[in-house]
């Protein structure tokens, strides 16, 4: 028998040292991009940080600058910094397959017009002309991320002013089957041919676009990508150098089978109806419970702070409340196990939100049914508001805007209804959709009266909105209680 031949690599030195040449250049242009990442992440996180620390400093020596203005400008760098967080983290999750969309109904027409506005005023002020379109038959309504969408819009739209010097850029969209079609075009410096692939790859803005035409980081893309196609669609390009550019966003939009009530803007609550509700904030930092005090006590809420995970433990047994905000993070007894222990006691009677600045402690938690939901950190105040009134079921009160009439309340169900009501709302909390189904279903059977709630309450649930799901049960009055005469001696 012949001894075994050479290896093709051992038998070709010329072939091996061509391979080994190819792998070190692309771990060379790996590392130039990391490189390039960091120095663009290193420019994009001082800038915002600058604007805070100069102006807090000017706040602290009593410079003559209007309070109003310098919280202006900090708000928006510190919104800046989370949206660069965000991005970075948005990634993550989606590579860790554990990014999550909303199914929410979506008023289309108001968003484009919103986006469009916004940048019209950015491309005027570069000198360029801003070109919107859209055609007669797109739905005012679409089930869609709301978030998502705009954030890859606004991802495209950003990219196309930020590389145009001269002319415009257009958004147009088409829609038919339920697909929506998004361009983006503009009279830019255009994409390369060999760089159409690698300007959507994370860290990566190609070679034309990263020699220093414009600053960023180059997540925009390849962020955009990855959420269009988690939300079922596709990002396409073409381009020529200097050219121009024209990015095609596809996504599936179906229109719901209901458009929803009109609700006016009405900005943030100045209260709420009914009992006065107890929340207990348990974060280690002074300055978020200080946050807090800020943003619930003057709108009615009764609010305990602790600033430990057992101070938080005693507070809630001596207080008992309706809800906790918990952070995560905190030296000692940590949040998920202060939730446990808070879940052990009193199982579902506390509602308890998480509170943290990193999101990637509260997406993919192995821990659990501890808790009903999440606030992140800087707090935007509208979403902070619409979980708080989502998880206590409450009707807030608006500055200007009179309450519900008690004559515009649906009549009051019998006595019978009131376990099948509690169990719903009970369900609706912990997001139980399948045993919402179930619910509904005894709750027709058991009570007939409660036909037309029980199909208005489907309906939400047909469309996974829980939101409008929990406000529905909120309207609902207390059962009636029995007439003596009802009263089986």
């Known amino acids: 028998m012949s001894a075994p031949g050479p290896r093709a690599a051992d038998a070709d030195p010329a072939a091996r040292i061509a391979a080994l040449e190819q792998a070190r250049a692309v771990a060379e242009a790996a590392n130039q991009a990391k490189t390039r990442f960091l120095m663009g992440l290193s420019h994009e996180i001082r800038t915002p940080l600058n604007a805070i620390h100069g102006y ?7 410079a003559a600058i209007a309070p109003t203005e310098a919280g202006r400008i900090i708000r928006r760098s510190s919104e800046h910094l989370a949206d660069l967080v965000e ?28 986006v469009a506005a916004m940048f019209r005023v950015e491309a005027q002020n570069k000198g360029l002309d801003f070109n919107f379109s859209s055609p007669a038959n797109l739905p005012i309504w679409v089930l869609a991320d709301e978030r998502r969408l705009r954030q890859v819009l606004i991802n495209l739209l950003s990219n196309a002013i930020k590389y145009t010097q001269t002319g415009h850029v257009t958004l147009s969209v088409r829609y038919r089957s339920m697909v929506a079609e998004f361009e983006v075009a503009d009279t830019g410096i255009g994409v390369a041919p060999e760089d159409e692939e690698r300007i959507f790859l994370p860290f990566d803005r190609g070679s034309g676009r990263a020699s220093g035409v414009a600053p960023g980081i180059g997540l925009g893309l390849a962020l955009s990508r990855m959420l269009a196609q988690v939300m079922g669609g596709e990002i396409a390009v073409k381009s020529q150098p200097g050219g121009g550019s024209r990015f095609t966003l596809k996504l599936l939009l179906p229109p719901p089978n209901a458009a929803p009530p009109d609700v006016p803007a009405r900005g943030l609550p100045i209260g709420y109806e009914g009992r006065r509700r107890t929340i207990l904030a348990i974060d280690d930092d002074p300055g978020q419970l200080a946050l807090w005090q800020e943003l619930l006590r003057p709108i009615g809420f009764n609010l305990f702070v602790a600033g430990s995970g057992g101070a938080g433990l005693s507070l809630a047994e001596l207080g008992r409340p309706d809800l906790v905000l918990l952070d995560v993070s905190m030296p000692g007894l940590g949040g998920w196990e202060v939730a446990q222990r808070l879940r052990d006691r009193f199982g579902r009677e506390i509602a308890i939100l998480m509170a943290s600045g990193n999101a990637d402690e509260l997406v993919g938690v192995a821990i659990t049914g501890v808790h009903d939901g999440f606030v992140l950190k800087p707090v935007d105040q509208q979403a902070l508001f619409g979980t708080l ?30 376990a099948h009501l509690a169990e719903l709302a009970r369900l609706a909390r912990t997001g139980h959709v399948r045993g919402l189904s179930g619910a509904l279903s005894a709750l027709a059977a058991a009570v007939p009266d409660a036909g037309p709630l ?22 609902q009055p207390e059962p009636a209680e029995p007439a003596i005469g009802d009263i089986t001696p």
Do not use: H
């Open 454 to 475: 029980v199909a208005r309450l489907a309906a939400a649930l047909d469309e996974f909105d829980l939101a409008a799901f929990q406000a529905l049960l909120a309207q």
């Open 389 to 418: 009134g989502r998880q206590l079921g409450l009707i807030w009160t608006y500055e200007g805007v009179a309450a519900p009439s008690t004559a515009a309340l649906p009549p009051a169900l019998p006595e019978t209804a009131r």
């Open 56 to 62: 807090a400093q000017l706040l602290e020596r009593g």
């Open 87 to 114: 991005g970075l983290l948005d990634i993550s999750r989606i590579e860790a397959g554990v990014m999550k969309l909303n199914r929410e109904t979506v008023a289309l027409r108001a968003l484009l017009e919103q």
